[in-house]
């Protein structure tokens, strides 16, 4: 079955790079159409979506955090990579990645999620 | 940037309740509209994709339709496992856009 989990640091501080790792199971992001997305949410606020890969090496980003984001795979290692920059305290938020199984299609399986706080 | 508006944004509602949340697109999305349940704690669960399609393992008493703009989520009996908020997305374009959410509470 498809499973991902996110990992990486729980505290940042202003200014510092975040950067985060999605491993996957049960996918490969080298099938036609397969993709993974990052989505953040702030603590008792809405969905953000903020970057999307897909198999083919197609990368789609938030415009608002274009500047500040990167998304990466290692489909050797069934991992995906986010770095945000120059972090800010509003950037504090669950960070989850997710599956989508073909171009502009929802998101069906989905990671735990991890908490970051940006904070000094 | 597609803006999704919902509403309402929380709802009081009983067991057995019939409860329908709307979503409206700022411009044309097609089909390209989901719905995805949380609960606190936990992350998204798709309920609902391209407007009315049940995602495998989740309960016929969910539903979805519409058409551009507006769009409707409806739960024919509410039970007390369905207490959560639930988000509608599009996949129209990128960005791809949430939501502001719907908390469905117990009266």
């Known amino acids: 079955q498809i499973t991902l989990k996110e990992s990486g640091p729980t505290l940042v501080k202003p200014t510092q790079t975040l950067t985060l790792t999605c491993t996957f199971s049960g996918f490969s992001l080298t099938t036609s159409g397969v993709g993974v997305g990052w989505i953040r949410q702030p603590p008792g606020k809405a969905l953000e979506w903020l970057a999307l890969?897909?198999?083919?090496?197609?990368?789609r980003y938030s415009p608002s955090l274009r500047s500040r984001l990167t998304i990466t795979k290692d489909t050797s290692k069934n991992q995906v990579v986010l770095t945000l920059t120059n972090v800010d305290p509003l950037d504090t938020a669950t960070y989850s990645c997710?599956?989508?199984?073909?171009?502009?299609?929802?998101?069906?399986?989905w990671g735990q999620g991890a908490l970051v706080t940006v904070s000094s | 940037d597609i803006q999704m508006t919902q509403s309402p944004s929380s709802l009081s509602a009983s067991v057995g309740d019939r409860v329908t949340i709307t979503c409206r697109a700022s411009?044309?999305?097609?089909?390209?509209l989901n719905w995805y349940q949380q609960k606190p704690g936990k992350a998204p669960k798709l309920l609902i994709y391209?407007?009315?399609n049940l995602q495998n393992g989740v309960p016929s008493r969910f539903s979805g339709s519409g058409s551009g703009p507006d769009f409707t989520l409806t739960i024919s009996s509410l039970q007390p496992e369905d207490f959560a908020t639930y988000y509608c997305?599009?996949?129209?374009?990128?960005?791809?856009?949430f939501g502001g959410g719907t908390k469905v509470e117990i009266k």
């Open positions: 411009q044309s999305i097609s089909s390209f």
């Open positions: 997710a599956h989508t199984y073909n171009t502009l299609t929802a998101f069906d399986y």
């Open positions: 890969i897909y198999w083919d090496d197609d990368k």
């Open positions: 391209a407007v009315s």
């Open positions: 997305h599009q996949t129209y374009s990128t960005p791809l856009t």
